[in-house]
């Protein structure tokens, strides 16, 4: 997870920095955390398996001031697709609780002026806010104008403009967003299902949408459950229009207020409404009654039934959105932690335990050093706390650092570790997520008669209490490592550890660790921890 905070206080002041960072063909998604404030910058998420998360949605604004009027280095406009704020062109890219604006103000004047350029293939949004004017949101490929912008990237093969786009893959998912503008400010050629969604025409008026489906592709743009507002005049806000012959269109029961105007749709030129673009169940002051273009389709129950999001936009690969992939946030010290490769041999046992799970993500969170009671102060908890959602799982893993005497991280056994633990556990719930307590793994201390020492203290009792109390999961590995440390004796056990002799370049004097493992030590706990996890689900 990467914090980006415009005032310093996290991993990146930028987000465009943040997404820079990410390495080229990673498989496990990189969580952004955007804190509150205003960003003003050009985004470009050219990266797959990004997941980009606002701290509030009113409150983490990205802003850019682009319009089609701008011009280039050969003093020619720019035009509509290089006028974005944020541009996606990555795969599985998903997006929550922000607001992307774009502030070149009155299109009569600016001309186009995008805020949100959806790309990618299977992005997901989710409570964001899309505020413009003329063309807020295009779902379509990566136009050749863009081909730059989006390097390292390249533009789909036989795209070469968007008025006669190829049948191109790429679908989009909304939920619960605010979209904002006027003219034709939802568009493009890609299969998109909204949401939930609230559409809010500008006094300008003009069109909700103008789809150019690709003639092979079955669908365009699907609204369900939608709300339909303005600030325009009554009857002003159309709900679309053809931008090419197949142009596919439907709201399935949504609510209309009486800015959309009664014929609901309107031809363009030469292009003209098709039953490819209707209505079903329409609801509000723009009810099913209403007057309509004598083109569109009214749907039936029998054909609206068909209508689901895994027939519109599932495809090849049976995508679903609204099943959303569960992840695991780790959250513990420098034994569970990831390392830098100038660290290696050293490993946390949570970056082997990543590797070892299937059907979930696992973001480790845990940090060097950190107690119960840091991990908190810090504000680590409530930034993971804004990531969770219902189905993830919480592992808290703390007592290494809590047993040290300095203030920042000292906790007492009894009295404030439990305390802290505590708020580990409601922010989990709070989220509809599951806490799983994990006891500290052994330190392989063993005595002068060769048995291993107790090096925790009443730390570890005093989580099981605290398990049996809250009625949460534990996984014992105290317990479990004891074991097998016992097992293996002082010798044998140094090759679970990092211990080095002199000479290894990452250290060079060697090193006698009887506290962080090494990369088979990591492996080995890992087990342990996926063998207690599965136990504590029969």
């Given amino acids: 997870m990467y914090i980006i905070a415009k005032d310093g206080s996290g991993d990146f002041t930028s987000i465009q920095a943040a997404i820079d960072a990410i390495p080229m063909n990673h498989r496990q998604p990189t969580i952004l955390l955007v804190r509150m404030d205003e960003y003003h910058e050009k985004v470009v ?36 697709f290089l006028s974005y704020t944020f541009l996606v062109t990555g795969d599985n890219v998903e997006v929550e609780n ?17 805020a949100v350029y959806a790309a990618g293939d299977r992005g997901v949004w989710r409570n964001v806010r899309m505020i413009g004017c003329q063309d807020t949101l295009f779902c379509g490929p990566t136009m050749p104008k863009v081909a730059k912008d989006a390097l390292p990237r390249l533009i789909p093969e036989g795209v070469i403009s968007v008025g006669d786009c ?3 893959l790429g679908r989009q998912y909304f939920e619960n967003c605010f979209i904002r503008g006027d003219v034709d400010f939802i568009f493009g050629p890609y299969a998109c299902w909204f949401e939930g969604c609230t559409l809010h025409m500008n006094k300008r008026g003009g069109f909700y949408t103008a789809a150019n489906t690709p003639e092979q592709a079955p669908y365009g743009l699907v609204f369900h459950n939608c709300h339909l507002t303005g600030d325009c005049e009554p009857g002003q806000a159309f709900l679309g229009r053809p931008w090419r012959r197949f142009a596919h269109t439907l709201f399935l029961e949504c609510e209309m207020d009486e800015c959309v105007a009664p014929a609901g749709f309107e031809d363009w030129g030469d292009n003209k409404i098709t039953r490819r673009c209707g209505e079903y169940r329409t609801r509000g002051a723009r009810a099913d009654q209403t007057p309509r273009h004598p083109s569109a389709a009214r749907l039936t129950d029998e054909e609206a039934a068909l209508l689901t999001v895994r027939e519109v936009i599932g495809g090849y690969d049976g995508w679903n959105p609204t099943k959303r992939t569960p992840t ?20 946390g046992w949570g970056t082997a335990f990543k590797t070892m799970v299937d059907g ?58 439990p305390q802290y633990l505590n708020m580990y556990i409601d922010a989990a719930r709070r989220q509809g997520a599951e806490p799983i307590l994990l006891t500290p793994i052994a330190r392989r201390h063993f005595d002068e008669n060769g048995q291993l020492k107790h090096t925790h203290g009443d730390y570890p009792a005093a989580m ?75």
Wanted: hydrophobic fraction near 35%.
């Fill in 98 to 114: 922000i607001t992307i604006r774009n502030d070149a103000g009155d299109g009569s004047v600016a001309g186009q002026a995008v």
């Fill in 464 to 538: 099981r209490d605290l398990a049996d109390y809250r009625g949460v999961r534990l996984l014992d590995m105290e317990k479990a490592t004891e074991a097998m440390l016992t097992a293996m004796g002082d010798e044998a056990s140094k090759a679970l550890f990092n211990w080095l002799e002199p000479g290894h370049p990452n250290y060079p004097d060697g090193v006698k660790d009887n506290t962080h493992l090494n990369f088979t030590g990591a492996v080995r706990h890992g087990q342990i921890a996926l063998r207690l996890l599965e136990a504590s689900e029969q």
């Fill in 45 to 80: 998420v050219n990266k797959d398996n990004v997941r980009i998360i606002g701290e509030a949605r009113d409150r983490t604004i990205i802003t850019h001031s682009g319009c089609a009027h701008d011009l280039n280095e050969e003093g020619q406009e720019k035009g509509t």
């Fill in 360 to 417: 979930v993500f696992v973001e480790n969170c845990a940090v060097c050093g950190r107690s119960s009671k840091s991990f908190v102060a810090e504000k680590r908890l409530s930034f993971i706390e804004l990531c969770l959602r219902r189905g993830d799982k919480l592992f808290i893993q703390f007592s290494h650092n809590d047993e040290k005497e300095d203030v920042e991280r000292a906790t007492v056994a009894r009295v404030t570790y």
């Fill in 166 to 168: 190829p049948l191109v």
């Fill in 328 to 347: 695991w946030f780790l959250c513990g010290d420098s034994t569970m932690a990831d390392y830098a490769p100038n660290f290696y041999p050293m490993t």
